[in-house]
């Protein structure tokens, strides 16, 4: 009995003290189940349905006034039911991911310590250097990717220390809802380097050290004894960075020696590269008449400007005519040869020389020189795209492209309302944080979100299941093509730059797809029976290979019903009893129908195939 009662927890989210896993509390579990597991009592008679629990779930989010109390329902529901947190999120995705996500996160992240309740990662002190390794071995289960931060950077809300925890928590919960990564085996992780945050240092209620942010050669070495440490406890481990302040270095330093991957500046490269491939068709300007002003010349300003460099050489330009399409902008003003002062080394590459000695500062004045096609936002700075600007890019283009990029909402260059107000309906359009549908002109616009969310989850699940041992450019600009091509018709004669939210699982798909292959064709992947089979197999073997939250709940039912059967076997008590009725009908639908529950295959956007 006791084996089989260990037997029985192995589909189970384990509590690391062996007490009952959390999800052994779930209301749906029958009386005979719970008295398996030794629940019973613990939790009210009634038995629910999903489809009540839902109900319940989404009664009391609505009840919650405010986001960030919206935001820590779903975090305690993430860590007492996930299967029903994943299931509630798969069913209302486009709701819920702001919640989780950006805009909620970045409040979330502000007052991390403040509100701080219950263990959701791992955190590593620059105290622990020399002990990384030990103290990684504290993380109860097998991993297969990680998302890390010092928290230097977190959206655009600047150095928060260790409160970023926020970002990895809740990249990693789309990792599981967008791309089917078992949630077991996701290591949210946050570095504690210290932080220039002067008022966090002075909280008494933050909870990182209170030491200035550490020097970069101290931040290089911890890096090298992490990257070793984590890759040494999982070899095949997919490391994500992200919300670093200056990303490049550890980008350059680990990029062939790990698989790793820099969300700010890759998966963003990527995303923007997506939308803008269906943003220029519908634009109609060729790749050598765009003029594109990037507002923020930092990790995602590089990034960006980088893979549409790449995309327009594809096109045909040179690489110099390429990169001669792109004006960037700093806080100290248009990057240029001749500025006063040192330029940051990932300026270089895109920094002008044709500005004939003459230093522009502002925004309205770089746009009048420029005469722009394309306006891009990654600044951290809300509203920078004032009603002229936007005004002037509609004088100046048919359809010009507006994309502010940068997060929380607080920080988007401007509002979608703004955007189309004073574009008179004309701009192509994306924001980094979600905006909500406008009516003008008597139609209903439906703005894109450019957001990395759309990508990074296929470039790490591609990277696990080819097994890559890096991830190469190939891989990263090839998540771009498949999103790009995961547009519906319907989507696209709507003008959607990016698919619709609620099918992201089905996009995660031809992402990892497209991203398997890219590795192949790089000889980098170690998973060799993948490229013998179709695109179709592959994107079939995708799906089966990615967590359902629907199906992991059947699992664990049927694992019940199995145990139940051979208990019943093995019993002298009661031989005749037929396992199913010994769970008092663990395989219906508890309602006393009989019937199985059809959640598995009604719910949205994991459908097989393509629409
Ligand atoms: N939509 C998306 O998927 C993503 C959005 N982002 C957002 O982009 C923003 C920037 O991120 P990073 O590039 O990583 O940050 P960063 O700190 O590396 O770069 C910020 C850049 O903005 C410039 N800047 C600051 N104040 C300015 C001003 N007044 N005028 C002009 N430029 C100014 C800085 O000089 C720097 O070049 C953040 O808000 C972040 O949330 C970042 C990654 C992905
Ligand atoms: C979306 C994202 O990665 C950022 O704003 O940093
Ligand atoms: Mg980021």
Redesign the pocket.
């Known amino acids: 009995m006791a084996n089989l009662h260990t037997a029985a927890h192995n589909h189970r989210i384990r509590h690391p003290t062996n007490l009952p896993a959390p999800t052994d509390y779930d209301t749906s579990l029958t009386l005979e189940a719970r008295k398996f597991l030794k629940t019973y009592g613990l939790t009210p008679p009634g038995v629910d349905t999903f489809e009540k629990q839902s109900e319940r779930c989404l009664a009391i989010l609505n009840s919650r006034k405010t986001p960030i109390e919206k935001y820590q329902y779903l975090s305690v529901l993430r860590n007492t039911n996930v299967h029903l947190f994943y299931r509630l999120l798969a069913e209302n995705v486009k709701e819920l991911t702001p919640l989780i996500y950006?805009p909620t996160v970045g409040e979330a992240c502000q007052r991390w310590s403040e509100l701080y309740t219950q263990p959701e990662g791992m955190y590593l002190s620059f105290e622990d250097r020399g002990n990384l390794h030990s103290v990684i071995q504290n993380w109860p289960h097998d991993v297969e990717i990680t998302v890390v931060t010092d928290g230097s950077?977190?959206?655009?809300?600047g150095d928060l220390g260790i409160n970023g925890m926020g970002i990895p928590v809740g990249k990693l919960s789309l990792y599981t809802a967008c791309a089917g990564i078992h949630p077991l085996k996701t290591l949210p992780l946050c570095l504690d380097l210290g932080t220039s945050n002067e008022s966090f240092r002075n909280d008494p209620l933050y909870l990182g050290s209170r030491r200035e942010k550490v020097t970069a050669e101290e931040e290089k070495d911890f890096l090298d004894e992490m990257m070793a440490a984590l890759t040494e406890r999982w070899p095949g481990i997919v490391i994500q960075y992200e919300?670093?302040?200056?990303?490049f270095p550890s980008l350059e330093r680990y990029q062939e020696t790990y698989t790793m991957f820099n969300?700010?500046?890759q998966?963003?490269g990527a995303?923007?590269l997506g939308g803008f491939i269906n943003a220029v068709k519908q634009s109609g300007v060729a790749p050598a008449d765009q003029r594109a002003v990037f507002?923020?010349?930092?990790?995602?300003?590089?990034?960006v400007a980088k893979q549409l460099t790449e995309f327009f050489m594809k096109e045909g330009l040179s690489e110099d005519d390429a990169k001669r399409r792109f004006w960037?902008?700093?806080?100290?003003?248009l990057v240029t040869n001749d500025r006063p002062g040192k330029l940051?080394d990932h300026?270089i590459y895109f920094s002008r020389d044709d500005n004939k000695g003459k230093q522009y500062k502002t925004?309205e004045e770089i746009v009048e020189y420029v005469k722009p096609t394309i306006l891009m936002?990654?600044?951290?700075?809300g509203g920078?795209f004032t009603p002229k600007i936007l005004s002037r890019m509609a004088e100046m283009n048919d359809r010009p492209v507006i994309f502010p990029?940068?997060?929380?909402s607080s920080?988007s260059e401007c509002t979608f309302e703004e955007a189309i107000k004073y574009t008179n309906g004309k701009c192509l359009f994306?924001?980094?944080?979600p905006f909500p549908t406008l009516n003008f002109g008597g139609k209903d616009l439906v703005p894109g979100?450019?957001?990395?969310?759309y990508v990074f989850p296929g470039i790490g699940l591609g990277a696990i299941l080819s097994k890559a041992v890096s991830v190469t450019q190939n891989m990263i600009y090839s998540s771009a093509e498949a999103l790009a091509t995961s547009m519906l018709p319907t989507e696209l004669q709507d003008h959607w730059l990016y698919p619709d939210i609620r099918r992201i699982r089905e996009v995660s798909v031809i992402v990892t797809r497209g991203v398997i292959r890219a590795a192949q064709r790089d000889g980098v992947d170690r998973e060799l029976a993948l490229r013998n089979i179709s695109d179709e197999e592959l994107e079939e073997y995708i799906r089966q290979r990615m967590y359902d939250p629907f199906t992991e709940h059947e699992k664990v039912e049927r694992e019940l019903v199995d145990l139940a059967e051979k208990v019943m076997t093995n019993s002298p008590m009661s031989p005749k009893v037929k396992p199913a009725d010994a769970l008092g009908g663990a395989m219906t639908n508890g309602n006393g129908t009989g019937q199985r529950r059809s959640t598995v295959t009604s719910r949205p956007g994991t459908s097989g195939g393509r629409k």
């Open positions: 950006t950077r977190i959206l655009g809300l919300d670093f302040k200056n990303p969300d700010d500046i998966g963003t995303v923007i507002l923020g010349a930092g990790s995602a300003g590089v990034g960037l902008v700093d806080s100290q003003g940051a300026k925004l936002g990654l600044s951290t700075i920078a990029l940068s997060n929380p920080k994306a924001s980094g944080s979100q450019g957001n990395n969310m």
